[in-house]
């Protein structure tokens, strides 16, 4: 069995991006569970070479450097149980309820309170590293959400009183809760087939806002709707098209709608990479 790695954790007033600093410090040979924590962001990066919103101190910005021992094709999966990780968190300190949407947005009553973004570098056959950035919105910051994220996004803070937002507001007590909780999921993908299917298992369980709904699918190829049906062994998201058509995504933005899943046919993939 794998022993947790030790974190190691390096405090930064300010840096453009934690995940650029994470991704200097793996070329540069930095060690397995080394994280990068800091109270402001200039240039927060999401998803598909989006801005993060993280300019201020109203949040937990942290990336983790892991010299993973597991296969490169599950990769995609460490992005994915960074997100379970964050949503098992919040509920064990809080006691709110998050659901996961694909690949790896943490939602708390239909609105995004995290994001992760999850990169890696392989040689020679193997992964030589991955870095996971977590984004997690604590407080509303200063003035409110722009207009334009305010109908998708939320903070910890808008759904606790009490104790429960003393814990949430504690950032050390959250930022340990969450790594111990990404060090178990990690663990279960270096056991191979099957922890990583376990892992799948759990994030199904959590991704409500995704399984068994009806979506649409937007990548560079095109649009279309489907209902989501399950992951697959890499994470990826299988959808059934109206046609019937069962299709892998792989990298996509996906919009939730309304529907139920049935049975799916033949497999094709859509993917922007």
């Known amino acids: 069995m794998r022993v947790k790695p030790s974190f190691s954790i390096m405090q930064v007033e300010q840096t453009d991006s934690t995940n650029r600093m994470a991704r200097a ?28 919103l993280s300019s201020g101190e ?9 010299r993973p021992e597991f296969e490169p ?11 379970v990780a964050v949503a098992c968190a919040i509920d064990k300190l809080t006691g ?14 239909g609105r995004k309170v995290c994001g992760v973004l999850a990169e890696a ?10 870095v996971v950035g977590v984004g997690i919105n604590l407080h509303l910051p ?28 504690d950032r050390e007590r959250l930022l340990e809760a969450v790594l111990d909780e990404l060090a178990d999921r990690r663990a279960l993908l270096d056991q191979g087939a099957v922890g990583a299917a376990s892992l799948r298992d759990e994030a199904e369980r959590l991704m409500r806002a995704t ?3 009806r979506i649409t699918v937007k990548a560079m190829s095109g649009q279309f709707e489907a209902v989501a049906v399950r992951l697959d062994e890499e994470g990826g998201l299988v959808v059934l098209k109206d046609s019937g058509e069962s299709v892998r995504v792989t990298s996509a933005d996906v919009s939730i709608g309304y529907g139920s899943a049935e049975t799916a046919g033949s497999t094709e993939e859509v993917s922007d990479r």
Do not use: C, Y
Request: aromatic share 8%.
């Open 25 to 52: 410090l793996a070329e540069g040979g930095a060690g397995d569970g080394t994280v990068i924590v800091a109270r402001r962001q200039t240039a927060g990066r999401g998803r598909m070479g989006r801005s993060w």
């Open 58 to 66: 109203f949040g937990l910005w942290f990336s983790v450097v892991f």
């Open 73 to 83: 094709n599950l990769a995609g999966l460490l992005g994915i149980g960074a997100a």
């Open 96 to 109: 709110v309820r998050a659901d996961l949407k694909w690949p790896n947005d943490v939602l708390i009553d």
């Open 121 to 130: 570098s392989t040689a020679d056959g193997g992964l030589e590293w991955a």
């Open 142 to 169: 200063e003035g409110g959400f722009p207009p334009e994220l305010e109908p998708v996004a939320t903070a910890l803070a808008e759904h606790l009183t009490g104790p429960a937002a003393e814990a949430a507001a």
């Open 211 to 213: 399984i068994g709904r």
